[in-house]
């Protein structure tokens, strides 16, 4: 079956742009995941939907990011006036409920802020 | 800092030897401990899970993990590694009872290996 998806697979912007960075999960799956990867580091959890809530974004590191799963399904992540530190390969991932199932990721987007 | 520490950045091998990939975290009380490995190419995927239970636990493609609580370690090992085991390696915990589902990585150990 279908696995995760990420659009874009790839995005450039400039310093200050606004993005989007979508994910559809595997269908079924009620927990859904961000992370982001900086080169040469492990992924770093920024937050997670059980459903349509955020159930745990503590992870998320400043007011310009904000994440929606309106319809418990499909999530996008939304990145406001958008830094060079931002630069990072952004990994979803879902799994069938919250908690210690398989996490299945999806192959990331990579965004790089100029 | 609590983390999750992997001692090896790159490792390099040839076909047949034996690997084993230190992987130690900080966290006390209860862990739930993964593998994940990624191909070049391709996406994260599990490669072995522990919970609770028989501290050795057995992955795909032959790879096996133990789990050593008094020492905060679960290394990855495997007997004779191939070509195709080349790729990233990464450890990640789940803090608790593993109601969160919130994985943290360590920073990932690149295995090469040499036909």
């Known amino acids: 079956g279908a696995g995760v998806s990420q659009t874009p697979s790839n995005k450039v912007t400039e310093k200050g742009k606004y993005v989007e960075l979508r994910c559809d999960p595997i269908s079924g799956h009620t927990a859904l995941y961000w992370y982001r990867q900086s080169l040469g580091q492990g992924p770093e959890f920024l937050i997670y939907?059980?459903?349509?809530?955020?159930?745990?974004d503590s992870g998320l590191p400043n007011d310009r990011f904000f994440a929606v799963r309106p319809e418990g399904s499909v999530s996008t992540l939304k990145i406001q006036r958008t830094e060079r530190g931002d630069s990072a390969v952004y990994l979803c991932?879902?799994?069938?409920?919250?908690?210690?199932?398989?996490?299945?990721f999806g192959p990331g987007t990579r965004l790089t802020v100029l | 800092a609590q983390s999750v520490s992997q001692h090896n950045h790159h490792v390099i091998l040839s076909e047949a030897a034996s690997l084993e990939l230190g992987c130690n975290y900080s966290?006390?009380?209860?862990?739930?401990l993964f593998w994940y490995v990624q191909y070049p190419g391709q996406h994260l995927q599990l490669l072995l899970k522990?919970?609770?239970?028989?501290?050795l636990v057995k992955g795909i493609k032959g790879f096996e993990a133990e789990f050593i609580k008094s020492k905060f370690s679960f290394n990855l090992r495997k007997p004779s590694v191939q070509w195709s085991d080349t790729a990233e390696y990464f450890c990640a915990v789940i803090r608790g009872s593993g109601n969160t589902g919130k994985l943290i990585f360590g920073q990932g150990t690149t295995l090469q290996v040499k036909p």
């Open positions: 939907f059980q459903g349509t809530g955020a159930a745990d």
């Open positions: 522990y919970f609770s239970g028989d501290p």
């Open positions: 991932a879902s799994s069938l409920k919250m908690g210690t199932d398989t996490q299945y």
């Open positions: 966290y006390g009380g209860t862990v739930n």
